[in-house]
């Protein structure tokens, strides 16, 4: 079914479908909760949550703070914070007191502040393309021209470019219509692409919690992706509670959508000690 909720001032939209182990899938920016469709097709004895986080798809961005990201101090923040109590939010709406989560990219830096925050609402954490470490200096050098192409009426412009780095280069060779598929679903308004790259901009350092991670961990690279590396990745292996590594050849950013098969193969093995 689809649903709706009310979070700190914004209503956010979600999809909860199937039976079997909760699990909560969050996805990359600046797509919406539609990039999971692929692979949860692939999956079953699963009950999927698929939010689309505020300010994406049919969520609203409701009013942020402003300030945080120095580089752009006028600029309204989404921080990870704000976005792990939505999630959070969409939960007790639906009375599920624990869930397993999956995150890509922005999402599974939400998986960490979820961590921080609620760590009994979390029994494993599966991380695609995604990392712990915060942004580099050249990272907010690259986000502030990003807010100011936004602000001058060039989000087409970095959602296009985006849609063709972020999608790997076998990928795109192989299925060129994905780039026009996953270009649809970023629909984030400027304002919102502004709130998202300051967000991602200010979060926090993250190994530190990774170090205190006491559910199992599910870590997924993509060999070609552009912005997260296996190395980077790799840093999964320090949580207690265990971390399972995979590396996919030929897979980009968006690797779940990429190769939804592979990536459902690995979850659904992983999922099983969950079941029961």
Known sequence: MNGKCESDGATLVFRDTGAGVPVVFLH??????????????????????????????GSQLGTLPVGGFAMVPDAPVLNMARLAADVLAVLDHLEVHAAVFVGCSIGGYVLLELW??????????????????????ADHVRRAGLIAKARAGGS?????????????????????????????????????????????????????TVAGISVPVLAIAGSEDPGITAAEMESFYAVPGGCEFHLLPDAGHFAAYEQPQKVAGLLAAWLRQFEG
Do not use: N
């Open 28 to 57: 990359p920016t600046p797509p919406d909760g539609e990039y999971w469709r692929p692979l949860i097709e692939e999956l079953d004895r699963v009950r999927f949550i698929v939010p689309d986080l505020r300010g994406h798809g």
């Open 116 to 137: 921080r925050q609620a760590p009994e609402r979390v029994r494993a954490l599966a991380f695609v393309c995604s990392k712990p470490q915060p942004d580099a200096p």
């Open 156 to 208: 087409a412009a970095i959602f296009d470019g985006m849609a063709e780095t972020l999608i790997g280069a076998t990928a795109r060779k192989r299925h060129p219509e994905m780039v026009t598929q996953i270009r649809v679903r970023m629909t984030l308004t400027p304002e919102a692409l502004v709130a998202v790259q300051a967000g991602l901009a200010t979060r926090p350092d993250s190994m530190p």
